[in-house]
């Protein structure tokens, strides 16, 4: 899979809690493989014991170097070795103990990396009675592991706006910081907190801040505030845009009418769209002449990830000539739906490059044209009320929209209405 588009799987993973509240031992790339595995495996959790991802996908969507095969082992090796138990916050006031390493077999032969859960452990992840939605995309933007590991334990709370007081020990459990400095608090909060809250607030859909309880001028308890970062709004519309085109595409219809998963459909068509349409008619075909033993979508994942089939395919002009026509319709509806894509990944990205200064200046000029805020936050250039925010965050979508196509004026509001 040389050839495979840089993209990382665009979707959301629905992670029960308590993998959320394993133990900080965790890296920032174990926490991330953690992830991507568990999104992977999602869909068939209950079905398939042996779940397989190439390891060039696995190591794109970490923004990892797909040949330090022995760092992506030591990482595996480490995930295995690490239990997670239930339940850390005793929620609720019930207690329910269990206890399971995160993978009970991990393996790499031929480019793919197969893993197991146990079946216990499937169960939970399959049928969460509390979850959180992970973005794999937010989480690719982290770089450390102490705000990786904030941000999944503060994203639950998004609706209820609080995580609630918790001890520092537990919130240092949480987050990994057990080395001896941080008995000081001093030190774990300039070093970890801080740091944390700074990162989650500049690079992820939620805005987090810390709060404090103190006893006889200790520290004792912290909770976070979280509300919804008007940058990650952005990232969840690029998101939803690209998702729901995908989902609307020839190729999805054909993969998941073949029984892939929505979830592995979406991936295969982000790294390599053609190959993805190339195996579902391949898989077609074949099956239309019940030469197919077995599921056609299990013989679909062995032609995509194998490459097996599709040469032949390719040279069989016969079935070009008769998928020549429907590729013809379907060319003028790929590229109208790559120039919105692509239009939309540049708006996105073109915002969250501009400077805390550029952000300023910008709010500045939304007053100008008739923009109102009574919650507008100078140090963060960003308003707190949620109306606020959406009208302001349209406005620059379609400012930053004209800038790009080298428009020079700016957006009056009726341009919104």
């Known amino acids: 899979m040389s050839n495979a588009k840089k ?4 979707s959301e993973l629905r992670k029960h809690v308590a993998t959320v509240h394993v133990s900080g031992e965790l890296s920032l790339l174990e926490r991330k493989i953690v992830n991507v595995l568990l999104l992977n495996a999602f869909d068939d959790l209950l079905t398939r014991k042996t779940h397989r991802l190439p390891v060039g996908l ?28 239930f339940d850390l916050l005793h929620e609720g006031g019930k207690s329910e103990w269990g206890a399971s390493p995160l993978i009970g077999y991990a393996g790499i032969k031929n480019g793919i990396c197969s893993y197991e859960y146990s079946d216990w452990l499937a169960q939970k992840f399959a049928n969460p009675d509390i979850y959180t939605l992970i973005n794999i995309n937010v989480q690719r933007q982290f770089s450390g592991g102490y705000a990786l590991a904030l941000y999944e334990n503060c994203l639950r709370f998004r609706r209820t706006g609080s995580t609630g007081w918790i001890p520092v020990e537990i919130w240092r459990r949480l987050l990994g910081a057990d080395a001896s400095m941080y008995d000081q608090f001093k030190h774990f909060s300039g070093e970890v907190i801080k740091k944390a809250v700074k990162e989650i607030n500049q690079v992820s859909n939620i805005c987090v801040t810390p709060e404090y309880r103190r006893e006889a001028r200790r520290v004792v308890q912290i909770r976070f505030l979280v509300e919804d970062n008007p940058q990650g709004s952005v990232y969840d519309e690029t998101e939803r845009e690209e998702q729901k085109a995908i989902r609307q595409s020839d190729s999805f219809k054909r993969l998941t009418a073949l029984g892939i998963g929505d979830r592995l459909a979406i991936s295969w068509i982000q790294q390599e769209p053609e190959r993805a349409l190339q195996t579902a008619i391949y898989v ?10 077995g599921n056609p979508g299990g013989y679909a994942r062995v032609i995509f990830e194998k490459g097996c089939g599709i040469e032949a395919m390719q040279s069989d002009q016969r079935l070009l000539h008769r998928t020549k026509i429907r590729e013809g319709h379907l060319e003028k509806e790929r ?4 120039a919105s894509q692509a239009r939309t990944r540049r708006t996105s ?10 952000r300023r200046e910008l709010v500045q000029a939304y007053f100008v044209a008739g923009g109102r805020g009574q919650t507008y936050q100078r140090e963060t250039a960003t308003f707190r009320d949620v109306i606020e925010r959406t009208a302001y965050t349209a406005w620059l979508r379609t400012t930053m929209s004209i800038r790009l196509d ?3 004026r700016e957006v009056s509001l009726g341009c919104l209405d």
């Open 58 to 85: 696995l190591s794109m969507t970490l923004g990892f170097d797909s040949k330090n095969t022995d760092a992506l082992k030591r990482a595996l090796l480490k995930i295995m070795s690490t239990p997670v138990s």
């Open 284 to 293: 077609e075909e074949r099956a239309s002449r019940k030469k197919i033993r």
């Open 335 to 338: 590229a109208n739906e790559d």
């Open 7 to 10: 993209v990382v799987l665009a």
């Open 406 to 408: 080298g428009g020079s």
């Open 349 to 358: 990205a073109a915002i969250r490059a501009l400077s805390l200064d550029e």
